[in-house]
């Protein structure tokens, strides 16, 4: 079955490190976004892209940087620079336009010590 | 720019009781309007969405939503709940083509037995 698969479930870094959080997707849908869940905030857009090896800053890019070198993958790397970084992040995709819903990923809980 | 507003944090209600979730949206075009669940530690699932035509959306597990564009309103309802309906839902709107997807902060549903 088709779908989008984020990994690892959890994961734990020390203060100061920068981690990459996987996102695979085997829908063929050209839309990617990722997401950070805090609890009373909803959903905040990072970062989405609509076609490989281009994306866009969302509302809150800073200290967060990802690439789109195939259709399919759209790893998003919490850097450093990242005040707040303990949060669950959310990988999406879409295909068409606007008239679709979201896939979701199962989601990545990061939690940094 | 678009906003949605989920007026209540938590709605508590007894197993096999009617529940609405109420979600109001500000936009100056036409939109595309979703609502998600989201269990524990999981992605969101899509559980309808109104893109166009009747008013009343029937989506899974018997839920249903009416579009009232009079009072920008997308309120989710089930006549009957059950135990495993407790869960997140989020609201969330679209102005379609790859414009992106605004959500709510979400509304927790707690069925007591």
């Known amino acids: 079955d088709g779908g989008i698969t984020q990994s690892p479930k959890y994961l734990f870094r020390k203060e100061g490190q920068n981690v990459t959080l996987s996102c695979e997707q085997n829908l063929n849908h050209d839309a990617m976004y990722w997401y950070r869940q805090d609890p009373g905030q909803g959903l905040r857009l990072i970062y989405y892209s609509q076609i490989v090896n281009d994306f866009q800053k969302g509302d809150i890019a800073e200290g967060y940087s990802v690439s789109r070198e195939k259709k399919e993958s759209f790893p998003l790397t919490v850097t450093s620079a990242q005040k707040n970084p303990t949060a669950f992040y959310l990988c999406?995709?879409?295909?068409?336009?606007?008239?679709?819903?979201?896939?979701f990923g199962s989601g990545t809980r990061l939690t940094v010590v | 720019a678009q906003s949605v507003t989920q007026l209540d944090s938590q709605v508590p209600v007894f197993e096999e009781a009617p529940v609405e979730l109420r979600c109001n949206y500000s936009s100056s075009v036409s939109v595309y309007l979703f609502w998600y669940v989201q269990y524990p530690n999981q992605g969101l699932q899509l559980l309808l969405k109104y893109l166009s035509g009747s008013t009343l959306v029937k989506g899974i597990n018997g839920f249903e939503a009416e579009f009232n564009k009079s009072q920008t309103s997308f309120h989710l309802r089930k006549p009957s709940v059950h135990i495993s309906d407790t869960a997140e839902y989020f609201c969330a709107v679209s102005q379609g083509g790859y414009q992106k997807v605004t959500f709510g902060i979400g509304t927790k549903l707690q069925v007591i037995p």
């Open positions: 999406a995709s879409r295909d068409g336009q606007g008239g679709y819903g979201y896939t």
